[in-house]
C-alpha cells in the first residue's frame, strides 16, 4: 500500500496489524509512535504496572 502516509494514526494502526508484512508502512508506524511526547517504552508487564501506579499518583497529586 503506497497511501498509507495518508491514514489517520487508528487506521494505520489497524492497517499494521491487518498487513504485518508490510515493512514500509510499519516503520511509518513506529516513527508515528517514536515522535510521541512522554512516550514510555516497557518491556515487562511489571513495568507497565510500575508506569501505571506512577501516572494515577501523578494524577491524584494536587
Known sequence: MSNYQQLS????????KTHP??????QHYLTIMRAKPN???VST?????IEFRKRI??????
Open 21 to 26: 508484512d508490510d515493512e514500509e508502512a510499519f
Open 9 to 16: 494514526e487508528a487506521e494505520l494502526r489497524t492497517y499494521v
Open 39 to 41: 512516550r514510555v517504552v
Open 45 to 49: 508487564e511489571e513495568q507497565a504496572l
Open 57 to 62: 499518583q501523578a494524577e491524584s497529586t494536587p
